[in-house]
């Protein structure tokens, strides 16, 4: 597609509960990122994932969240369990690549409004 | 390891005024640099990027930015500040090479308002 699209654009969950967040990247895009961004927190690297692995998970805060990508396009970010700390702005990114040195740059989605109650 | 600091939380100017956002940053390796500006419940939206080409960039909206190595800063200048540049800025970091060189480290942000 043209841009990066996330949905839910928001979500209010009971606290215990399971959600799933869905990132759909710019087509022929291999890289794809998580961040989160807290009030008061700025944003934080979650995970990233090259194709459909990720080399990189060191950002999750707990195992209660996962995440995995299929086909090399779209990406869900589960959380398993949800707390009240959970509640946040989950942005997707994804970018051609960062071969060589040169960052390519990112295009962030709208993000996820996660709001547990 | 890389970082980034956003000297004011808060810029204030008046509409047809000179903006100037501060970012100093640390990187291990030549860094690639980026201004991202948020609008309210809005995502984030790429304003210009720093990788070791010139060293004055300039991106949308009327904006540019200097990447002085000497003062590892890469500042955000406008000369005429419009009521639609009112949002939060966010300078951010990359490394340039290396095994991190994929991950993002962001400024804590500097929120512009535009008194009319």
């Known amino acids: 597609g043209a841009g990066v699209s996330q949905s839910p654009s928001n979500k209010v969950t009971e606290k215990g509960k399971d959600v799933e967040l869905r990132c759909d990247p710019i087509s022929g895009h291999t890289a794809l990122y998580w961040y989160r961004q807290s009030l008061g927190q700025g944003l934080e690297f979650l995970i990233y994932?090259?194709?459909?692995?990720?080399?990189?998970k060191s950002g999750l805060p707990s195992d209660r969240f996962s995440a995995e990508r299929t086909g090399g396009s779209v990406s869900t970010l589960t959380i398993q369990r949800t707390q009240q700390e959970d509640s946040a702005v989950y942005l997707c990114?994804?970018?051609?690549?960062?071969?060589?040195?040169?960052?390519?740059?990112?295009?962030f989605g709208s993000g996820t409004r996660l709001t547990v109650v | 390891a890389q970082s980034v600091t956003q000297l004011d939380s808060h810029v204030s100017v008046s509409e047809g005024t000179p903006v100037l956002l501060r970012c100093n940053y640390s990187s291990s390796y030549s860094p690639s640099l980026f201004w991202y500006v948020q609008h309210p419940n809005k995502g984030l939206q790429l304003l210009l990027k720093?990788?070791?080409?010139?060293?004055l960039v300039k991106g949308i909206n009327g904006f540019e930015a200097e990447f002085k190595k000497s003062e590892t800063s890469f500042h955000l200048t406008k000369p005429s500040a419009h009521m639609s540049d009112a949002a939060e800025y966010f300078c951010v970091v990359s490394d340039g090479a290396g095994a991190g060189s994929y991950q993002l480290t962001f400024g804590k942000g500097t929120k512009l308002s535009v008194i009319p």
């Open positions: 990114a994804s970018s051609l690549g960062t071969g060589g040195g040169y960052n390519y740059g990112y295009t």
């Open positions: 720093y990788t070791s080409a010139a060293t």
């Open positions: 994932f090259q194709g459909n692995s990720a080399p990189d």
